[in-house]
Structure formats: structure tokens, C-alpha cells
């Protein structure tokens, strides 16, 4: 069963930059689109960015030019380049397929202070 370990957040001021890192363990190949999903308190999870198998992204107007997302099939790790970081943007991060699986990961806490 694959699992999802996320990582990279932390807390940083508003215009920083963060990495975000996941790691996919479990046999199991990269065939698959990944995303990057976030969830602020009291709101519901969102998708940030989303990568193809082929490696074609889109993101939501919330984040498109601040937010990169990435993947190395070989390391089986994704990624999401965070920059121009806002007060907004603060959430816990999370990556999962496309459409998800059931089993999330722990996520990473991305703080952006004002």
C-alpha cells in the first residue's frame, strides 16, 4: 500500500519561500498524476497544483505564478516550490493522487505570518 510522507513547511514571513517534499513509499509506480492539496482551519481541502504523468501543471488562480509543482519518478518524490508566500497561503500541505486515496499522509504545517 503506498503512503504519502510529507515535508519541507515551516513558519516564514509573508513574500518568503518554502519547499515542499513528498515521498511516496510502498511498491508502486509514478503512473499516475500527483497533487498538491492544502487545508486552512474551519475550510475545506483544496488542490494547489497538479502535475501529469507527462509532467503538464495547472494550478488555481489562488497560487498560478507563485507556486511550482514538480516530481522525479525515479526518487518517487514530488514537490511544490512555494514563493511570494501570503498570510493566505498558511495551511496544512498535502500530496495524494489524482483522484486520492484513502490514505492520506500526515501533511506539513505551512505558517506564513504577516
Known amino acids: 500500500q503506498v503512503q504519502f510522507v510529507e515535508s519541507g513547511g515551516g513558519l516564514v514571513h509573508t513574500g518568503g519561500s518554502l519547499r515542499l517534499s513528498c515521498s511516496l513509499s510502498?511498491?508502486?509506480?509514478?503512473?499516475?498524476?500527483m497533487v498538491w492539496y492544502r487545508q486552512a482551519p474551519g475550510k475545506r481541502r483544496e488542490l494547489v497544483a497538479r502535475?501529469?504523468?507527462?509532467?503538464?501543471?495547472n494550478y488555481p488562480d489562488s497560487v498560478e505564478g507563485r507556486f511550482v509543482i514538480s516530481r522525479d519518478n525515479a526518487k518517487k518524490t514530488v514537490y511544490l516550490q512555494m514563493n511570494s508566500l501570503k498570510p493566505e497561503d498558511t495551511a496544512v500541505y498535502y500530496c495524494?493522487?489524482?483522484?486520492?486515496?484513502?490514505?492520506w499522509g500526515p501533511g506539513t504545517q505551512v505558517t506564513v505570518s504577516s
Open positions: 495524494n493522487k489524482n483522484p486520492p486515496l484513502p490514505n
Open positions: 502535475i501529469t504523468t507527462g509532467g503538464i501543471t
Open positions: 510502498g511498491s508502486i509506480s509514478m503512473l499516475f498524476t
